[in-house]
């Protein structure tokens, strides 16, 4: 059944619930409450607290009008104590409360008057009512009357084994949807809550620990190359790989080297020098005789990153391109065509390489820069493509190392934890929009310094034509203030690719003094030059961005500087002011806010979870972890049919 063919969904509701990104019964039934209000009574005494109350009405109300305010007035009944109850903004529920209807109050108690802030009619005493995320044009109690209409219609497919369900005295699921929306009583709450977010944790448990047998079932090929010439090459480099560099690339050599296939996490926060690493393993993977592929999660970083390797490996005679989608139909077949008969060493792109109808010559490595935004179907379909490949996964994202073995099950983890010697500290300081003088200066005196500046301003809405007006104001803005002294460029999603390029070469070069962008430069760009970054409207990052946004500048031995624009006082926004270590930032993060957008979450797919949490419910991710792996080894998952799809669908096809 569709989701317009529940009462009560329209055209418009519809649009309106896509919006939620609600597009069907099923997403719908599982849109889960972020919280509960609970009407628990409370005497009805004077105080500045909010308090909640319920009685019975003793007075028609009487509704005045005044400065486009409203207010009703009438007599209440609290356990035989009348009081006088005011409510602004109500006036059109007058002739729904009439003398003798029972109703919750939810307001303040001073003089005799109770000033009521709200008032529920449908709600007694006692009741819990879920509180959804809502867009405009829809409301909390029209999604509670959808849900409702929709329940019967649900599919339920219960994806927690029957014996676990069992062992555990799990509700059934359409039992827990049913109690998630509409609990009588804590113990409801509770019962559901447990059950859909270990079934949540259950699924994603599965599929990456499934991944992980099939990986150590896999042989790899065994890459045979001089390791002296990868020690020369090393040596080469204009500076000193760190420690933790030099650790790393003794991990991955060894993996290439051995006849096990790679599966390996590199996790290193922004600027930790993860791209050189990767280039070591692709040099020492040429030397095998064995080509590279390298994937990034957009374009700018895509050419980001062929242009600075190719530079490295120039002087080693190794063939290195880009694919973008801004080129030809031609010009991309003529790659294809190098890239089949073995010409092109090393194809950089973007994950689209996956979709690309492309046959490698003989491929042995493929390295994933941004691992988490590429969900695990996209990492099984990459291992599809070819014969196979050492894979080398790179995240900036700083998670501790516990839950990234947990989360990222089937991968072997390597970290980078110290920066390259001499980096100093970011600079960071809040600002409120009234004190941008101050930041104008400071941007003034690093250009005399011959740096450069970064501004970005965040998305203002899903709509790109808003948001590109505000990049342009701003750049009038600068212009303005600046007297069209200072070449002051945008950068925008909406451009084209060589336009986007053009920009960013004249960035590289220094002609382009300030850069103005939306989050397009988030991951990955390299100007070593630049040393000011200056991010607009900053309380709508998440911490995670905005350490990477800062991670922009701060790339060489210079003082480097960071300004957060933002008119609220937040307490994100201090976090940053203290730290610019990401593995302190990500622990705060996870204490301010869950797990947030610490993991990408937005970006993916299968750790969008819609209830279960992190860090909160770590516990219960280590029990299904443990469940998962009994249900794997006994093979029972084949008895199952949603288990068995899942499986299918992540098996190798060769
Ligand atoms: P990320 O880990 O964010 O991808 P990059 O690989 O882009 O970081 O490195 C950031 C910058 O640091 C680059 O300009 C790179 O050339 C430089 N770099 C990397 N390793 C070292 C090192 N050991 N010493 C000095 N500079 C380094
Ligand atoms: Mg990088």
Same mark, same amino acid.
């Given at each position: 059944?569709?989701?317009?063919?529940?009462?009560?969904?329209?055209?418009?509701?519809?649009?309106?619930?896509?919006?939620?990104? /609600? &597009?069907?019964?099923?997403?719908?039934?599982?849109?889960?409450?972020?919280?509960?209000?609970?009407?628990? $009574?409370?005497?009805?005494?004077?105080?500045?607290?909010?308090?909640?109350?319920?009685?019975?009405?003793?007075?028609?109300?009487?509704?005045?009008?005044?400065?486009?305010?409203?207010?009703?007035?009438?007599?209440?009944?609290?356990?035989?104590?009348?009081?006088?109850?005011?409510?602004?903004?109500?006036?059109?529920?007058?002739?729904?409360?009439?003398?003798?209807?029972?109703?919750?109050?939810?307001?303040?108690?001073?003089?005799?008057?109770?000033?009521?802030?709200?008032?529920?009619?449908?709600?007694?005493?006692?009741?819990?009512?879920?509180?959804?995320?809502?867009?405009?044009?829809?409301?909390?109690?029209?999604?509670?009357?959808?849900?409702? &209409?929709?329940?019967?219609?649900?599919?339920?497919?219960?994806?927690?084994?029957?014996?676990?369900?069992?062992?555990?005295?799990?509700?059934?699921?359409?039992?827990?949807?049913?109690?998630?929306?509409?609990?009588?009583?804590?113990?409801?709450?509770?019962?559901?809550?447990?059950? $859909?977010?270990?079934?949540?944790?259950?699924?994603?448990?599965?599929?990456?620990?499934?991944?992980?047998?099939?990986?150590?079932?896999?042989?790899?090929?065994?890459?045979?190359?001089?390791? +002296?010439?990868?020690?020369?090459?090393?040596?080469?480099?204009?500076?000193?790989?760190?420690?933790?560099?030099?650790?790393?690339?003794?991990?991955?050599?060894?993996?290439?080297?051995?006849?096990?296939?790679?599966?390996?996490?590199?996790?290193?926060?922004?600027?930790?020098?993860?791209?050189?690493?990767?280039?070591?393993?692709?040099?020492?993977? #040429? $030397?095998?005789?064995?080509?590279?592929?390298?994937?990034?999660? %957009?374009?700018?970083?895509?050419?980001?990153?062929?242009?600075?390797?190719?530079?490295?490996?120039?002087?080693?005679?190794?063939?290195?391109?880009?694919?973008?989608?801004?080129?030809?139909?031609?010009?991309?077949?003529?790659?294809?065509? @190098?890239?089949?008969?073995?010409?092109?060493?090393?194809?950089?792109?973007? #994950?689209?390489?996956?979709?690309?109808?492309?046959?490698?010559?003989?491929? =042995?490595?493929?390295?994933?820069?941004?691992? #988490?935004?590429?969900?695990?179907?996209?990492?099984?379909? !990459?291992?599809?493509?070819?014969?196979?490949?050492?894979? !080398?996964?790179?995240?900036?994202?700083?998670?501790?190392?516990?839950?990234?073995? %947990?989360?990222?099950?089937?991968?072997?983890?390597?970290?980078?934890?110290?920066?390259?010697?001499?980096?100093?500290?970011?600079?960071?300081?809040?600002?409120?929009?009234?004190?941008?003088?101050?930041?104008?200066?400071?941007?003034?005196?690093?250009?005399?310094?011959?740096?450069?500046?970064?501004?970005?301003?965040?998305?203002?809405?899903?709509?790109?034509?808003?948001?590109?007006?505000?990049?342009?104001?701003?750049?009038?803005?600068?212009?303005?203030?600046?007297?069209?002294?200072?070449?002051?460029?945008?950068? #925008?999603?909406?451009?084209?690719?060589?336009?986007?390029?053009?920009?960013?070469?004249?960035?590289?070069?220094?002609?382009?003094?300030?850069?103005?962008? %939306?989050?397009? /430069?988030?991951?990955?760009?390299?100007?070593?030059?630049?040393?000011?970054?200056?991010?607009?409207?900053?309380?709508?990052?998440?911490?995670?961005?905005?350490?990477?946004?800062?991670?922009?500048?701060?790339?060489?031995?210079?003082?480097?500087?960071?300004?957060?624009?933002?008119?609220?006082?937040?307490? @994100?926004?201090?976090?940053?002011?203290?730290? +610019?270590?990401?593995?302190?930032?990500?622990?705060?993060?996870?204490?301010?806010?869950?797990? =947030?957008?610490?993991?990408?979450?937005?970006?993916? =797919?299968?750790? %969008?979870?819609?209830?279960?949490?992190?860090?909160?419910?770590?516990?219960?991710?280590?029990?299904?972890?443990?469940?998962?792996?009994?249900? /794997?080894?006994?093979?029972?998952?084949?008895?199952?049919?949603?288990?068995?799809?899942?499986?299918?669908?992540?098996?190798?096809?060769?």
């Amino acid at each position: 059944m569709e989701l317009d063919q529940i009462k009560g969904i329209g055209p418009k509701t519809l649009k309106y619930l896509k919006k939620l990104n /609600i &597009n069907s019964i099923d997403d719908l039934l599982t849109y889960y409450p972020y919280r509960y209000n609970i009407y628990a $009574l409370n005497e009805l005494t004077q105080t500045d607290e909010t308090i909640i109350v319920s009685g019975i009405i003793e007075s028609n109300p009487v509704a005045s009008y005044f400065n486009h305010k409203n207010r009703l007035s009438f007599k209440f009944n609290i356990n035989n104590r009348i009081v006088n109850v005011a409510i602004f903004g109500r006036a059109f529920l007058k002739n729904s409360l009439q003398i003798g209807k029972s109703v919750v109050l939810i307001g303040k108690y001073k003089g005799n008057t109770f000033t009521a802030s709200d008032i529920k009619t449908s709600i007694k005493a006692g009741d819990i009512e879920p509180v959804y995320h809502l867009t405009s044009g829809i409301t909390n109690n029209a999604i509670s009357k959808l849900i409702i &209409n929709a329940l019967e219609y649900g599919n339920y497919v219960d994806k927690i084994p029957e014996q676990i369900v069992k062992d555990n005295n799990f509700i059934s699921l359409k039992e827990a949807i049913k109690k998630i929306h509409f609990p009588k009583n804590m113990e409801d709450i509770n019962l559901a809550k447990q059950r $859909l977010k270990y079934e949540e944790l259950f699924e994603f448990s599965f599929k990456m620990n499934y991944l992980n047998k099939k990986n150590k079932q896999e042989n790899g090929v065994l890459k045979k190359f001089d390791n +002296n010439k990868v020690t020369k090459f090393i040596d080469n480099l204009p500076f000193e790989l760190t420690k933790d560099q030099q650790k790393v690339v003794k991990e991955i050599t060894e993996d290439l080297a051995s006849d096990k296939k790679m599966n390996r996490l590199l996790l290193g926060d922004v600027g930790s020098g993860k791209t050189i690493v990767s280039t070591v393993a692709i040099y020492a993977n #040429h $030397l095998a005789g064995f080509q590279s592929a390298l994937m990034a999660p %957009t374009e700018i970083l895509a050419l980001q990153h062929y242009f600075s390797i190719k530079k490295t490996l120039s002087r080693y005679k190794m063939t290195v391109d880009v694919i973008t989608g801004s080129l030809t139909a031609k010009e991309k077949t003529a790659i294809y065509e @190098r890239v089949e008969n073995g010409e092109i060493d090393l194809l950089i792109g973007t #994950h689209s390489i996956l979709n690309d109808k492309l046959t490698f010559n003989k491929l =042995g490595l493929v390295i994933t820069d941004e691992q #988490h935004r590429f969900g695990v179907n996209q990492r099984s379909c !990459l291992q599809k493509k070819s014969m196979n490949p050492d894979i !080398l996964y790179l995240s900036a994202t700083p998670i501790p190392r516990t839950y990234a073995m %947990t989360i990222y099950g089937d991968l072997d983890i390597s970290m980078i934890k110290s920066k390259p010697h001499g980096r100093k500290e970011i600079i960071t300081k809040v600002k409120k929009e009234n004190e941008i003088k101050d930041v104008l200066i400071a941007i003034l005196e690093e250009i005399k310094k011959g740096h450069q500046i970064y501004i970005v301003s965040p998305l203002v809405d899903q709509n790109d034509e808003l948001d590109l007006s505000s990049v342009k104001l701003l750049k009038e803005k600068y212009d303005m203030a600046f007297k069209n002294k200072i070449r002051t460029e945008i950068i #925008h999603g909406k451009m084209k690719q060589n336009e986007k390029d053009a920009i960013m070469n004249d960035f590289k070069n220094n002609v382009i003094k300030i850069l103005i962008s %939306t989050t397009v /430069i988030e991951v990955g760009i390299d100007v070593p030059n630049a040393t000011m970054i200056v991010i607009y409207n900053a309380e709508r990052f998440g911490l995670a961005s905005l350490h990477q946004l800062r991670g922009r500048v701060g790339r060489n031995d210079l003082q480097s500087y960071c300004y957060l624009i933002s008119n609220q006082d937040n307490e @994100r926004l201090k976090v940053m002011e203290e730290s +610019n270590d990401g593995f302190y930032i990500s622990e705060r993060d996870f204490e301010l806010r869950g797990h =947030g957008d610490l993991f990408g979450t937005k970006q993916h =797919g299968d750790m %969008t979870f819609k209830i279960a949490n992190l860090k909160n419910d770590y516990q219960i991710l280590v029990q299904a972890k443990n469940d998962v792996e009994e249900y /794997i080894k006994t093979s029972k998952y084949l008895e199952n049919d949603y288990y068995k799809t899942i499986a299918n669908n992540l098996d190798i096809v060769d």
